[in-house]
């Protein structure tokens, strides 16, 4: 999970099985001695276990004999175990290796357009395809049938998504239906990675509505029950303040497409820094100040204000 504050906008939220999977893979270590040195040390015991034979069938005594047989079992497992091991090494490394070639001789994938003008950029395959099997998980939207109104900062941020991401689907007339409940995100954003797909909740909270007798909305937690059902689905959530939205839109977008060209990377690309653009998250006292003064009209286009 990357959320810088939870006292600020935006919000970043990446889900663990996400974070997990741009983990590059640990060097191996080999805890056994090489294996020539085990099979010379293995004869050596032969040896010892077959003089204990010779022993026991020259003085006639059969205790020897049952002890070289001991000797030969453990022998045995010991071969067996350390052979396992080997094995279970030589494939670790194999995929370290893999790893390090794909890190260090990046490929180019797929091209993005910002704005008119098409990008390349490397990825590192290994990750991107642990990536792709981690998005296997994700909870998949559908196309709702439920009238919902649509706020002008939504339909205005999807506007100046689709030049951002015209690569990408942005739509918001879509519900996800978790085991209990279901939610309507404000912009749905789908990626492909590999052969399946990265699914993004973009959210754009207001401190209030304009609505009588209404009262502060998305103060602090209150959205974090929300948060919690979408990333355990394997979404990312990005959550901007509608202040944002408008003030900062071109930085807003940049973000979105720098968290899908890290992931379409595998890590390689980075997120875009958004300290420059960081407003405070309100709390609900704050929010009725915020409405008193009629905040939002410092920031919406004229025809919106209230």
Not at 267 to 280: A, H, S
Request: some cysteine; charged content about 25%.
């Amino acid at each position: 999970m990357i959320d810088k504050c939870k006292y600020t906008y935006p919000k970043v939220i990446i889900p663990t099985t996400i974070t997990n999977a741009l983990l590059p893979p640990k060097e191996p270590i080999c805890n056994n001695p090489p294996f020539p040195i085990v099979i010379k040390n293995a004869v050596f015991v032969c040896l010892i276990a077959l003089f204990f034979i010779a022993f026991g069938i020259l003085i006639g005594n059969a205790v020897p004999i049952i002890i070289s047989g001991f000797i030969f079992i453990l022998l045995y497992h010991n071969i067996k175990k350390v052979k396992s091991e080997k094995k279970i090494y030589e494939k670790a490394y194999a995929v370290y290796k893999l790893y390090l070639n794909d890190a260090f001789q990046p490929r180019s994938t797929v091209s993005y357009t910002r704005n008119g003008k098409h990008e390349l950029f490397d990825a590192n395959l290994y990750i991107v395809n642990k990536i792709d099997e981690s998005l296997k998980q994700a909870v998949v939207p559908r196309i709702t049938t439920k009238k919902s109104k649509r706020g002008h900062s939504e339909l205005y941020f999807k506007r100046k998504l689709l030049k951002y991401l015209n690569l990408e689907f942005v739509d918001n007339e879509y519900e996800v239906r978790f085991s209990d409940v279901t939610y309507y995100p404000d912009i749905v954003i789908s990626s492909k990675v590999g052969i399946n797909t990265l699914y993004i909740d973009v959210e754009i909270d207001e401190p209030y509505s304009f609505s009588l007798h209404s009262r502060p909305i998305h103060h602090i937690e209150t959205d974090d029950l929300r948060n919690r059902y979408f990333e355990n689905g394997n979404w990312i959530i990005v959550r901007f303040s509608e202040e944002q939205v408008y003030k900062f839109t071109d930085e807003c977008c940049e973000l979105i497409l720098s968290i899908i060209k890290h992931i379409n990377s595998g890590g390689l690309e980075r997120i875009f820094d958004y300290d420059g653009i960081k407003v405070p998250h309100w709390s609900y006292n704050q929010g009725l100040k915020m409405q008193a003064d009629n905040y939002r009209s410092s920031y919406l286009p004229k025809a919106y204000k209230i």
